[in-house]
């Protein structure tokens, strides 16, 4: 944790898109646009980690195979085909569509997921509001 609060912090110090910015000279608007997309998918990448993680920490191997199972997935499966499944549902809970195909199946998946409605409601929040910043700016 302390390693990414120090990364977090030197990609603060090293503005790069304000560089990219001036060397194209591309309007302000398109790189918002960027960060927030880059945010939104940097966000979306660690949750669905997050919530495999939780999901192989809190069950066991029977429920492991039984879970991708009932997804369609071999007990063989991929680290990829795991990382879409994780990716699919924390996107269908970002957006709030929420179908119901992949849900939590313990206390610890419940209050992770939890914590990601309201981290989604957020980051949506924020797009919204940058892309209204940006159209006001036209």
Known sequence: VVRMIRVIRAM???????????????PPMFFRLFRVLFTITSVTHLASCAFWLTKVQTNDANDIEEFLALHRLPPTAGITQKYILCTYFLISIFTTVGFGDVHASNTWEQVIVIIFMLVGVLVFGTLLSEVQSGVMEL
């Open 12 to 26: 603060k110090n090293v503005d790069v898109s304000s560089q990219i910015e001036r060397l194209f000279n591309l």
